[in-house]
């Protein structure tokens, strides 16, 4: 073998050796029968990226652990929802989840998001079934406890009536939010000050992936527009004194505590339905509620799964 060719057998030879140990697969998580290797993370960091581009901002290893406890939810979640749905029988449901998410990322239809996830090398159909999960999760959430949600609706009729009648202007807030709640023996305000930090030093959005229990953490806390008639008047107070881009002290709400970022706001001068309004604000309240319930279910269903990282 002349020196060219043994010159190109090594190159050959080190370029192969580079792709293998680039692919090697490394099991990263194991609980019950199931493995997380370190190619599921990097799927699912594309996915959270996709999500939440603001990620990307973040130091490498906590966007892995993001996508590690992402993950592990999603695998604790599923087993629960297996045992009474089937996963193949929700089209519908599956249509109605993915439409939601089509309209908040504006996006034109299916075919443009199928090219849009091909692009950043995402598989569709494992993300039609990440969201399938998560909507089966809160079907089982709402069928498991919501005879549990305390609904007030007198005093909610009364918050909107007194809300509409004394401004002669109202608006409509994109919100985002961080929603934790308060363990045993936990010194809160130093939980406080680490989120204040955290927000401060990475922004909200990001803060919200590490630290909001809330359904809307993978989303940056996302919360989208909401009108101020849908919005409990305790929170609402709070919004009101804040200019765009800036966020309100932590609100004690029930189970927690929950902070709010105004990302834009725009006057609105059409006439109100009451009984509309009052129907939003219930459903908000009841999901807030649920969501609650949502966290304290997970949490007891993971204490009782043995999780090894490696």
Do not use: C, H
Not at 119 to 142: C, G, H, P, R, T
Not at 145 to 164: A, D, F, G, M, W
């Amino acid at each position: 073998m002349n020196k060219i060719k043994l010159l190109i057998f090594i190159m050959t030879l080190l370029s192969f050796i580079k792709y293998a140990q680039a692919n090697l697969i490394e099991i990263k998580v194991k609980l019950q029968n199931e493995i997380i290797t370190n190619l599921d993370i990097d799927d699912e960091k594309k996915y959270l990226f996709f999500l939440n581009p603001k990620l990307l901002e973040l130091e490498e290893l906590q966007i892995n652990k993001i996508a590690i406890d992402s993950l592990i939810n999603e695998i604790i979640k599923k087993k629960e929802v297996e045992r009474i749905f089937s996963l193949d029988q929700n089209d519908k449901l599956l249509d109605v989840v993915e439409n939601n998410l089509l309209l908040k990322k504006k996006i034109k239809n299916k075919e443009e998001f199928i090219q849009i996830l091909n692009s950043q090398k995402l598989d569709y159909n494992n993300i039609k079934q990440k969201l399938l999960v998560e909507a089966l999760w809160n079907q089982l959430i709402f069928k498991k406890y919501s005879e549990n949600v305390v609904i007030n609706r007198e005093e909610l009729k009364t918050n909107i009536l007194s809300q509409y009648n004394k401004n002669k202007k109202k608006f409509t807030y994109n919100l985002s939010e961080i929603f934790f709640a308060e363990s045993i023996g936990e010194n809160i305000k130093q939980r406080i000050s680490d989120i204040n930090k955290s927000i401060s030093e990475i922004g909200f959005e990001n803060t919200a992936n590490i630290y909001s229990i809330a359904s809307t953490a993978k989303k940056g806390g996302l919360i989208g527009w909401v009108n101020e008639l849908q919005i409990s008047s305790k929170i609402g107070i709070e919004i009101k004194k804040l200019d765009i881009n800036q966020v309100t002290k932590p609100i004690k709400v029930q189970n927690g505590f929950i902070i709010i970022k105004l990302n834009d706001k725009k006057e609105f001068n059409q006439k109100i339905n009451i009984d509309e309004q009052l129907k939003r604000l219930i459903n908000n309240e009841t999901n807030r509620q649920l969501n609650n319930f949502s966290t304290i279910y997970y949490k007891k269903l993971k204490k009782n799964i043995d999780i090894y990282e490696y």
